[in-house]
């Protein structure tokens, strides 16, 4: 149910399209919860339990997290995305210092200036055309370095997988992280879909730790919400020389949840026999037979098969506008007449061919 | 279940005493969700919604706040509550300004800096004995008002029921309300525990908003959590000449749900047939029930009986620390031996009268 | 005198170099204040005065502002350049929004980050060959305003005369006004060389108001330490709309100078028979004839006539290096090549020629 | 020359007063430089100096700062004394963390919340008869350290001379800084009065020593506006392992000064020969006079004699007011009917005459 897409005069088209399907193609958290994740939530409604992370599930999921990544990481569950990148940023910095990330990424692009107005910090947004950074891009940061008049790089922010729906290889991760450490900075992974890189990436924990903790990553916020939960996300101190003062840090930036065993039980459930990544996996496999149905269509410009659960495909009105009336999905780039399918973990193949016959109802 | 507690040599007397209550007097975050919430948390998990508030449940949940307090209130769902009076605030205040609060107050004493980090504002605390601001506070900080020197008192900001489980009466409210506004400052109410506060002051709709939206409350921390939900908060613009820009404001301090519904379908929950009023009543009563069942225990000091769901005792040591292994509570002011006994919605009759047994086996 | 440039081994070839000129050609501010700056700021000095702009000095100064601009607009005296563009950007901006500079602008680059920081706002770097901002550079934000996920454009910062030195014509300013003000953006100017620029542009009063309060700019900066001053910057609120609260603003920014009449001074003689635009003209002659005098040497690729008090040549290693030791100036672009030589308002035209003949020895 | 005081009807009186004196008893800000400190100023006005510091104007003070503390102390200058405030914490916090001071530290009063915006920290004041804290005002925070539920005493701050004109001896700062080190905290101390200070405990380097650098304080504000100067500040750490990062906050902060000659010079003449002592010597000796010849004027009020250059006499109007109009000085405690006399390094004993004989006019 949504509330958008309202009908008006021009319903005729419409009229003759199919039924739409049940599940959208409009984003990853247009999806509800997986059964498990909302099962172990319910679960832990039992009960009394101390708030604020002294709670046996709680203890619990954060070892679950030291057995993914084999390894005494330390884990703090917080509420949402931006809440974990600013949590897991201002951990890792000091006063005058900056971000270096790319021009697409989610804190430079889609938090409402979150990271400038709570850590007080400058982003540096690096131009690139598939919102993956590389060591070359560090070194044109390397001439502000110990100059007072210029912020200090000092941390580098990756997207995994990026915003744009493409993967860094754990090769190309770890060339990051060499850079940036022999720059003195540290590295950050925005894995608000780590789930979908994860099984795009080999779908095992070798894959997972390929491309985090062995690749060198100090901080990692791992997903959840969009991995099938009701909310929550977590930030992992891969590297715990940093991550001290999490704990104050956390309930500073708002995002310490009294009743913390409801995130922690949720994560248990989407650790547990890697449930996270088979449903990265399922949303990842829901796009690829959607490019597959759809790449013959010239119209739509899909050169390459999506790595994980998004497409952007080109489509001109009146023709998008009336699809989006049918099955809402959010335009991309409207200058280029970009639109942005993307497939979350619950999106089953009846839905990708309810969805493919309707476009091919109106597009040729 | 809870992580402190653990046995260790002197447990002599503990083994003497009878059966731990099922629940425990530690606080109203220590209880879980009401069934009739997680219900409809777990019946929201249907299909697709859109992200941000754009879905059905949001509307529906919004429609009910305005019937709630009987007018067209602008209200808007975060995570939590250190979140809510942030969010609140940052709405509220302009560079350069204040926010006058009791020197008890959460945002004050247990937002961690929240508020001065994220809002970059002063907080103004007044020393206050039952934790409640009355007009001839704000006098006080009149001198500062129109010098270059000092930050401007702005907003004040009450909590109701207050932090030592006090309240306001609708006339107290008033009194502040029209002390502030007199000064051209706006009035928030940290209703943390708003649902307590309510039940205590007559249970109805009308008497929440006679200390609300009638008494001149301009913005409000309109509690869930502690009122029986898994998670979230609302802010409730009632002077909705405050909040336009709200949206922004929200996702900037990280407190923006992208699977919005399943917070906003929670509160449609507590909402309904007014259950946060009978939950805040249940605790409220809980409290009552321990308060008349221990007055004559004459070394607890209870002078008065709770005006909600605390109770503050002074009990020593050895007897308390064997109490707290026993069935766990926090120590509130060492100082003066006092402990605080909070009571949630779900305690039944049968936890309080076994906690009392438990009591007088260690106090005579 | 400084301490750079100290001599070492490799000393043969500056052996060989006449005598350096007595002005450097690094920076507008590496000159001292003007004789006749210094005098006001010298007879300032005399008997007690009221702290904090409550002074017969400020009083004069800020009318001498409003005479300046032929309107009453309202000035706040500051210490730096920092200070007076955070400070003015303080009194723009509201929560969630953002501001559209370019990426070479000094707000952005050379300023450690302190708006982000003491603003908490998210500044938007627009790309430009030439440092400008054009109209249709705003129109590639557009898409940003209304959505909650992105920082609001709210203010344009440019910069006048620019960080490249170049210069904006009356005409061009007005149209980014006008487009921004169509857009419901405020516009601030960056004049740390305004100076400059009012002598470039025409040398007069009717000039300077080309530029700035006729062409619609809001918030101004207005330069003095680099135009002559020991210290101290103007903010002039030419919108007056705007900056009601400066003075509290100004405080909390740490840019209220005590002893304030020892700033107003010096700007009651910098406006003194326009004191600071004669200042600004004897900047851009000593260019001027540095860059008569060099353009025919090939190697330097001066293509055109600097606008202000800048030139951007290229030299190569080792004679850069000989250069910098024999009479400094500041490394711009290394990857080009290019050097930056930046002329004062003390710069005479016999340094002009020492500094030419210098070059000239080992440059063909 | 002062913009307040102008003349109205109630003139009657005032003129039957004598004249006033020339140096008004309002604030030690009122006074401009001493003759030395702008002489050496206005021999800095020579030349070409490399900006930012990189001057020999600032090598050679730092090098006085050295000597002064017979250590190799790091100073710093900066414009103001909120901006050496700021400046100095924003080296010594880090996230969630609290600085402890008075509730009449100039941080916490005097400085329109800019240590709230610009560092996001929290201050704890501690009520002080006497504006002294002492190391059991630190015991009554220490129940905050370790909870994550609140912001962490870090620095303790605090003022010398105090806001209240008293002193700290060398013992009593040793006292704090023991207790402070103890705990895990570092030492600020605003010394805006620092020459006032030292000149009242023995008037020697030793003396300035033993309460600052051989008692342990960490950091320290030392002010130059106060003690005879134009404008400018210095930060000094006197504890090295701190300020690593100090060039960089100053930028960030706005209280870089281009041409930081002009602070560093006024800094060699305040420091040669102890120039800052004698001129605070001045000053108390001048606040001693004045209470030599008003002592016995009971209805003043005045206990005990200053400490250091201030005193607060209780005047009741409509005397106040016409005293005020005859030689401005200002309020101080309302609601006490205090005001406040305080005598700047220029005050000359024929001032203090000139003064008490006005006073003795309409006050008994």
Redesign the interface.
Known sequence: ????GVADGHTKRVNSLPAAP???F??D?????HPLV?EA??R?????????G???YT?RAQTKFCELFGADVVTKFV?????AN?MAL??ML?????VVCTSWSHIH??????P???L????IDIASTDAKLRPEDLLSVA?LIGS?????PAVVSLTQATELGTLYTAAEVRAVCDAAHEMGMLVHMDGARIANATAALGGTRAALRSFTIDAGVDVLSFGG??AGA??GEAVVFLNTAIGG?A?????????????M??ISAQYEALLTDDLFIDLGARANSAATRLFDATRTIKSLNLASPPEVNSLFPTIQDPVKTELQRWS?FWDWD?ALRQVRWMT?W?VEPIDVDAFVAGLKTVID
């Open positions: 149910m949504w509330i958008l049940q599940r959208m409009v984003s958290n247009a999806a509800g919860a909302l939530l319910t832990a409604n039992s009960g009394h339990a101390l708030a604020y002294q709670d046996a203890a509420y949402g995305g931006t809440g600013v201002a951990n000091r006063p005058a210092e900056a692009v889609d938090e409402t200036g979150s400038e107005r709570i007080g910090a400058k982003l001439h007072q008049h210029h912020a200090q919400t969009k009701v909310f003062r704990d104050y840090i956390r309930k500073q930036v708002t995002q310490l949840h009294s009743k065993r409801f809402f409207t979350a619950d």
